[in-house]
Nanobody, 126 residues
Framework: QVQLMESGGGLVQPGGSLRLSCVAS????????MGWYRQAPGKQRELVAT???????NYADSVKGRFTISRDNAKNTVFLQMNSLKPEDTAVYYC????????????????????WGQGTQVTVSS
């Protein structure tokens, strides 16, 4: 079993910044991709940003230039630096680990698995 532990959400004013963190724990050999998704009330969950083991990044158009995703492969941790926040960024933000290879001693099990965090609330309001 793999668990994702999120932190950093909260209430900020428009134009402010927040930094979200997510640590994956458990019997993990490697994680192919980690990312952040968000879901506002009455809306579908949407991709915010993803980052692969090779540090290839992908962003939703709505956050390009404002958000930066990064990861520490050795610590199975992903971050989301959110700058110039807007009220429309208000949502529950979910961390995802995709393509997780599970540790089996010095090797790994197959197939891989995907895991989600419980979500952290981000509210942007005056």
């Amino acid at each position: 079993q793999v668990q994702l532990m999120e932190s950093g959400g909260g209430l900020v004013q428009p134009g402010g910044s927040l930094r979200l963190s997510c640590v994956a724990s458990g019997s993990i050999f490697s994680i192919e991709a980690m990312g952040w998704y968000r879901q506002a009330p009455g809306k579908q969950r949407e991709l915010v940003a993803t980052i692969t083991r090779a540090l290839t990044r992908n962003y939703a158009d709505s956050v390009k230039g404002r958000f930066t995703i990064s990861r520490d492969n050795a610590k199975n941790t992903v971050f989301l630096q959110m700058n110039s926040l807007k009220p429309e960024d208000t949502a529950v933000y979910y961390c995802k680990a995709a393509g997780v290879r599970h540790r089996n001693g010095a090797y790994s099990y197959t197939p891989t698995g995907d895991y989600w965090g419980q979500g952290t609330q981000v509210t942007v309001s005056s």
